[in-house]
């Protein structure tokens, strides 16, 4: 199977200094191909084992975003992660989940980095804790909103890092009860990149989760991780 390649668009970039911006990737696949890739935030909170076990259990491959506070406080869910390394892709989230904004204050009512030194500290030191962690450093990086700055996109690159967007939201930052999130995972189209949130098990969202993966495994669908799905280039 040929590789995906990396298809995104920064719309909101063109519009001016001050906007923030998507990364919307999907897969590029053959015809007739029906792939998706699933990637999960695990921002800060526990670990939703509906989720985990499900994605073992049916060996589902992801991509898991993990912030170093995350990681600070979830030892046990970092150890299943390593056992399972042939699943799970580990990539970064962030020091503290902090959006990579320099020109607004505040979005989705996270106090946003505001500098790009800031912007940098965040980056690099979610970096040196999923490297610590997991023996690897990554090569993705999600801030805490999906919305990047222009100048934050631009010091992102520099720092050797591809941002990870998504083009379906399943849960909303795990926002969304139990039907409506599987819903949306069923409702996926051969290409899709799924974003949800793997750190709320207390939510109902995670079961929505959980089902929809179930009913894609049902319906043969087959599963990327990003560092398959975009390999980096070559020559």
């Known amino acids: 199977m040929r590789p995906a390649l990396f298809v995104f668009s920064l719309f909101a970039l063109a519009a001016s200094s001050a906007a ?3 990364v919307e990737p999907r897969l590029t696949l053959p015809a007739g191909d029906w792939a998706v890739a699933l990637t999960f935030d695990a921002c800060s909170g526990a670990v939703d084992d509906r989720i985990l076990d499900e994605l073992i259990a049916d060996r589902v491959p992801a991509t898991i975003f993990v912030t170093h ?3 600070k406080r979830n030892a046990a869910a970092t150890e299943r992660l390593l056992a399972h390394a042939d699943l799970f892709e580990i990539e970064n989230h962030g020091e503290n989940h902090v959006p990579a904004i320099t020109d607004q204050p505040s979005v989705f009512g996270l106090p946003t ?5 800031a912007v940098s500290k965040e980056v690099t030191g979610g970096a040196a804790a999923v490297a610590a962690a997991f023996g690897r450093a990554p090569l993705w990086y999600r801030d805490a909103s999906a919305r990047y700055s222009r100048d934050a996109v631009q010091l992102i690159g ?3 890092f591809r941002i990870a967007g998504y083009s379906l939201n399943a849960d909303v930052g795990a926002s969304l009860p139990t039907a409506a999130v599987t819903r949306r995972i069923v409702s996926a189209r051969p290409g899709d990149v799924i974003i949800a949130h793997i ?3 207390e939510r109902p969202a995670g079961a929505g989760v959980a089902a929809g993966i179930r009913a ?3 319906r043969g669908v087959r599963f990327e991780r990003l560092d398959a799905a975009f390999p980096l280039p070559t020559g």
């Open 20 to 22: 923030a911006s998507d």
């Open 69 to 71: 506070r995350w990681l």
């Open 113 to 117: 980095a505001g500098s790009l030194a």
């Open 158 to 160: 520099d720092l050797g």
């Open 199 to 201: 750190n709320h098990p």
């Open 216 to 218: 894609l495994v049902a």
